[in-house]
């Protein structure tokens, strides 16, 4: 009270003297808001004759004064206990916002000799969030690169980046001009992949693996049709026809196929048609390609057939009427049909047996078979011939039947 007593009159009597006024102590800032946390208050004690001192002794009031507090200045710091800051001189002190919710106001009164040198304080906490570490990895031998949205990955150079945990953050992936992107993994560790982004929320600290490979080669088809039996090979393989008809063949630097047609052992390659011509076949492989192999089937060599009857009856080869000459190896079967009142009774030549059919092997040249026809007997009855009596009366002499002794009967006829 001392000093403030001794202010007060001072004052009174400057002014009332006739002497110029002299400036009221003040504070730089009048009011401060955090953040920053951390801020500092610069006090002047008016400017002139040095007998007007004033006690410097910061005090914090008001419904959120917890959240303030008060200290000591490294630059020019106030004088402390009873010591006081003399009139023209400066002095500083710092005030820090510790506040952890919401915001707070207080008010920061410098010294108790000016109860009006006052500063306003007004603070909002800034939550402190955790942060986590997202890792790039990259696999593959193709090229390309990541980024991540919000920034912080660019991928090459940076593949790594902080942020807040729970987090959403989307990858992209671009290819580089030769090379494909393969995908990410763990694919599940993404909750809305598409073919080229993943966006993961990050939880933890978490490694993603992006795989780049070169760019695949542009491929066109072959297409292998055949008529007749045989086989199609390629050179380069791929084309096993047989089994395998279609192959796709790379498009780099125009690759050439060749085919090559193997006949079966009964056929013979006659060409190719489609998009190879003549004996020989190489394909560009510019675009898609289709070609035909034509086999034809051999022409079997003829054994002659000679066939003979002897008696009333017919011969026929296989149900048919026999030809001149059959093909070699194909066995042929004869079927003897008599004609009425015969029967068939033997075969001879190439041909044995009395059954009315027999197969020619035509392994020879010159095959020969005789059928042979006998006229069918008369019918042979087993009813006794009925007997009749006969009756004979010589006049004179004796009389003989056949040269004998006549029976009394004879058979009928």
Do not use: H
Request: net charge negative; glycine share 8%; aromatic share 6%.
């Amino acid at each position: 009270m001392i000093f403030s007593l001794r202010f007060f009159i001072t004052v009174y009597f400057l002014l009332f003297a006739g002497i110029a006024a002299l400036a009221a102590p003040s504070a730089d800032k009048s009011t401060l808001n955090f953040p920053p946390n951390s801020q500092t208050v610069t006090i002047t004690n008016g400017s002139g004759k040095s007998d007007m001192p004033i006690l410097i002794k910061p005090t914090i009031s008001g419904i959120g004064s917890a959240d303030f507090e008060v200290g000591t200045s490294q630059d020019l710091p106030c004088p402390s206990g009873t010591t006081p800051l003399d009139l023209g001189s400066q002095c500083k002190f710092t005030v820090t916002f510790k506040g952890t919710t919401g915001t707070s106001s207080a008010t920061l009164t410098a010294s108790p000799d000016v109860p009006n040198l006052t500063v306003t304080l007004t603070g909002t906490a800034q939550n402190t969030v955790s942060k986590v570490t997202l890792n790039l990895e990259k696999m593959g031998t193709g090229q390309g690169t990541i980024t991540s949205a919000p920034a912080g990955i660019n991928c090459n150079p940076t593949c790594s980046g902080n942020f807040d945990t729970n987090q959403s953050v989307t990858l992209t992936a671009t290819p580089g001009t030769d090379s494909d992107f393969a995908g990410w993994s763990p694919a599940d560790k993404c909750t809305s992949p598409t073919p080229t982004t993943c966006t993961l929320t990050l939880t933890a600290d978490t490694t993603i693996t992006a795989t780049f490979n070169p760019k695949a080669t542009p491929k066109v088809s072959l297409t292998v049709t055949k008529t007749g039996t045989g086989t199609v090979k390629s050179d380069p393989p791929g084309i096993d026809c047989g089994t395998t008809c279609q192959q796709p063949f790379e498009t780099t630097a125009n690759t050439t196929v060749t085919l090559t047609a193997t006949p079966d052992t009964n056929s013979t390659f006659t060409g190719w048609s489609g998009d190879c011509s003549g004996n020989s076949c190489q394909v560009t492989m510019n675009a898609a390609k289709t070609v035909t192999a034509t086999f034809t089937p051999n022409q079997p060599s003829l054994n002659e057939v000679s066939l003979k009857t002897d008696g009333s009856g017919k011969v026929k080869c296989n149900a048919n009427d026999c030809q001149p000459k059959y093909p070699q190896n194909t066995p042929v079967t004869l079927i003897a049909t008599p004609d009425s009142g015969f029967d068939f009774s033997k075969w001879s030549g190439d041909c044995t047996g009395t059954g009315p059919t027999c197969t020619l092997p035509m392994s020879k040249s010159d095959n020969q078979a005789t059928a042979y026809f006998t006229p069918t007997p008369p019918p042979t009855s087993n009813t006794p011939t009925p007997f009749f009596p006969l009756t004979v009366k010589p006049t004179t002499g004796e009389v003989k039947c056949d040269g004998a002794t006549c029976n009394p009967q004879y058979p009928q006829g």
